[in-house]
């Protein structure tokens, strides 16, 4: 199970004109100021972000500091001074949390964590600011799901594509809004995105389709409060110990017996927000998202996979599900209790309240490890509440942890066919139609040239290094699109025979190329 992920970046954008209407629905879960949104007439649409290092859990009251701590759902001020005050909502919503375990560093833009959502239309062209306003590190970004075609060098990926953007600099980037559907834009370098780089980005179409009444935007990421991006490196590359016990803390693996790594997880947040699970049935009573909805509303779920390591399987509690989309190409409606969504991967379902039993539903998304491999609960969660149906409001909702309690328990994307139980079938692209218009499924079959890629960590820890065909990957000191002439090393198949051989880059480049 690998990592993905993401990045900071100030953003502008650029547009064609196609029309008065386009395709946003009137309702759109969650919003902010610092949202890149992008008008159909405005050509170009300019945004600036602006990428920096936040704390979790501090008030900032008017210069007036204040470490916070979660209480049953919500946040209060810590010290002599007002100790135990409950903040309001528009307080809290200044805090960032993650899952309130510590105080911790992060990475945020223009003040958000995870950052700001880009929401812009077919083809428009989107010139992105950065602005590096880290002390010591270089960042780049990476516009996962949308297409570089003749633009390549706008990929982000550090001395492949470009030189990276040092503390201080400022780069723009110059991307088109293509194609329609659900992506995000994400760190590049090192494990940044485990510290919040990243965000959501949305790309529609210009004709009003009356779908949809609301639209939820959830961005799922693992969390480890005690890591930052180089220590999360460094403890997947060698052990990581319970600081307790001294004892080194073992991986967890999936129903198929993968393997995750050394990463631990801690805790899932959902747009930013989790609560840490202690143990199977305490929490610390942090703040989740909260998306407050209608009955009978037709909601169009938008699930980002900003995961560093550990797949997510989604669901609502008790309910059944539309799915609708994946990695930005329209799929035939297929009803699954859940879904289960990789790191990089994307996914649109559709669901509304007809008929609702209570005032409060649980989005959840629980990692594919078993239960038993870890020994508690790990998962993302956040409350869906119904404004007009009468009931008691909990801002620190129970959860009963029963993944299936219908009779449809049918998984979509289960890692090689299989759920782990009998009881629970899966689906996977087989049992779905691509319905994106223009898609011309004979091209699929006319095939020029087949290249084989064998992934695999054949290291005598058999979990690293990483290498591909033979070769691991070694970072070039220019980059490798634009300078191929600055590459001093070589490796050659020969070299490769007894061993893993570094430098691999160099050879694929020569070879296929």
């Known amino acids: 199970m690998n990592s993905v992920f993401l990045i900071p970046i100030t953003l502008l954008v650029l547009v064609v004109r196609y029309g008065n209407s386009a395709d946003r629905p009137p309702k759109i879960f969650p919003t902010s100021k ?16 602006k990428v920096e290092h936040l704390l979790t859990m501090i008030y900032n009251d008017s210069g007036k500091i204040w470490l916070v701590e979660p209480c049953n759902g919500y946040l209060c001020l810590r010290g002599k001074e007002n100790q135990g005050r409950q903040l309001t909502e528009q307080e809290q919503a200044r805090v960032i949390t993650a899952d309130g375990n510590v105080s911790r560093l992060v990475i945020g833009i223009n003040g958000k964590f995870p950052g700001p959502r880009i929401d812009a239309f077919e083809n428009q062209e989107l010139e992105i600011t950065v602005v590096n306003l880290l002390h010591t590190e270089t960042i780049t970004i990476h ?7 003749g633009r390549p060098w706008m990929d982000g990926v550090p001395y492949i594509t470009q030189c990276p953007i040092l503390p201080g600099q400022t780069f723009v980037y110059r991307i088109k809004a293509d194609p329609i559907g659900t992506s995000f834009y994400r760190a590049e370098i090192a494990d940044q ?12 179409r210009f004709e009003m389709q009356q779908q949809y009444s609301a639209e939820i935007i959830v961005t799922l990421q693992d969390w480890n409060h005690v890591m930052d991006a180089e220590t999360a490196y460094q403890r997947m590359v060698s052990q990581q110990f319970d600081l307790g016990t001294g004892e080194p803390i073992g991986t967890t693996m999936s129903v198929d017996t993968a393997n995750f790594s050394r990463f631990e997880f801690q805790s899932g947040l959902v747009n930013g927000k989790g609560r840490y699970w202690m143990n199977f049935n305490e929490n610390n009573g942090s703040p989740l998202e909260k998306f ?15 995961m560093t390591q550990y797949s997510m399987r989604v669901y609502i509690e008790n309910e059944t599900v539309t799915l609708r989309g994946s990695d930005c190409y329209n799929l035939g409606a297929l009803s699954v209790q859940s879904i289960i969504v990789h ?11 007809y008929n609702p039993q209570q005032k409060q539903y649980l989005l959840i998304a629980e990692t594919i490890e078993t239960r038993e491999s870890h020994g508690g609960y790990h998962a993302a969660e956040a409350i869906l509440e119904i404004g007009d149906y009468t009931g008691t409001v909990n801002p620190n909702p129970p959860n009963n942890k029963v993944i299936c309690s219908k009779d449809n328990c049918t998984i979509f994307n289960c890692p090689f066919g299989f759920s782990g139980t009998k009881e629970e079938p899966c689906f996977n692209f087989n049992d779905v139609n691509n319905t ?24 005598p820890r058999s979990d690293a290094p990483g290498s591909v065909n033979g070769r691991e990957f070694v970072f070039p000191v220019s980059p490798l699109l634009t300078q191929p002439d600055k590459l001093k090393t070589r490796c050659t198949d020969m070299d490769c025979m007894e061993s893993i051989c570094k430098y691999g880059l160099i050879s694929l480049y020569k070879y296929y190329t």
Do not use: W
């Open 34 to 49: 610092e949202d890149c949104i992008c008008d159909p007439t405005d050509n170009p649409c300019r945004c600036e972000f």
């Open 143 to 149: 516009f996962h799901g949308l297409h570089q075609v």
């Open 193 to 204: 995105h485990s510290m919040g780089l990243y965000g959501p980005i949305i790309v529609r």
């Open 292 to 306: 407050v909805v209608k009955k009978a509303e037709m909601i169009r779920f938008r699930i980002i996979g900003a």
């Open 343 to 353: 790191p990089g991967e994307r996914y649109d379902f559709t669901f509304s309240f």
């Open 436 to 459: 994106e218009p223009g898609f011309h499924p004979e091209l699929v079959e006319n095939v020029d040239e087949e290249y084989f890629f064998n992934f695999g960590f054949p290291g």
